[in-house]
C-alpha cells in the first residue's frame, strides 16, 4: 500500500523559505511519477510540480516556476520540494501523490493517473 507522510510546512514571511518533504513507504519512488500538489482555502487542488519516474523530466505550474525546485532521494525513498520566494499566495495544504509510469503533464495537468493524496503539510505565507 502506497502511503506518504509529507513535512516541512510552517508560517513563513513572504520572500521566505521552504522545504517540504514526502517521505514515502511502501512502494520505490524510481517506478513512480511523484507530485506535489496543494489546496488553498475554497480552492480545488492544483498540481505544484512533478517529477518523472521514467526519463527525470519535471513540470512547474507557472506561479512557482523559477522559486520552486522538486528533486528526490531514491536511497531515502523522499521527494522534496524547496520553496523560494514564498507569496502569500502560496499558502495552502502542500499533499504528494504517486502515479506508476504516469507522465507529469498526466499528473500535474489533469491531475490523472496517480492515486491517494497523503495527509498534507500546511503552508502558510504572512508577514
Known amino acids: 500500500q502506497l502511503q506518504f507522510v509529507e513535512s516541512g510546512g510552517g508560517l513563513v514571511q513572504p520572500g521566505g523559505s521552504l522545504r517540504l518533504s514526502c517521505a514515502a513507504s511502501?512502494?520505490?519512488?524510481?517506478?513512480?511519477?511523484i507530485g506535489w500538489f496543494r489546496q488553498a482555502p475554497g480552492k480545488d487542488h492544483e498540481g505544484v510540480s512533478c517529477i518523472s519516474s521514467v526519463d527525470g523530466s519535471t513540470y512547474y505550474e507557472d506561479s512557482v516556476e523559477g522559486r520552486f525546485t522538486i528533486s528526490k532521494d531514491n536511497a531515502k525513498n523522499t521527494v522534496y520540494l524547496q520553496m523560494n520566494s514564498l507569496k502569500p499566495e502560496d499558502t495552502a495544504v502542500y499533499y504528494c501523490?504517486?502515479?506508476?509510469?504516469?507522465?507529469?503533464?498526466?499528473?500535474?495537468?489533469?491531475?490523472?493517473?496517480?492515486?491517494?493524496w497523503g495527509q498534507g503539510t500546511q503552508v502558510t505565507v504572512s508577514s
Open positions: 511502501g512502494f520505490t519512488l524510481d517506478q513512480y511519477t
Open positions: 501523490a504517486a502515479g506508476r509510469g504516469a507522465t507529469v503533464q498526466a499528473m500535474c495537468v489533469f491531475l490523472a493517473d496517480f492515486g491517494s
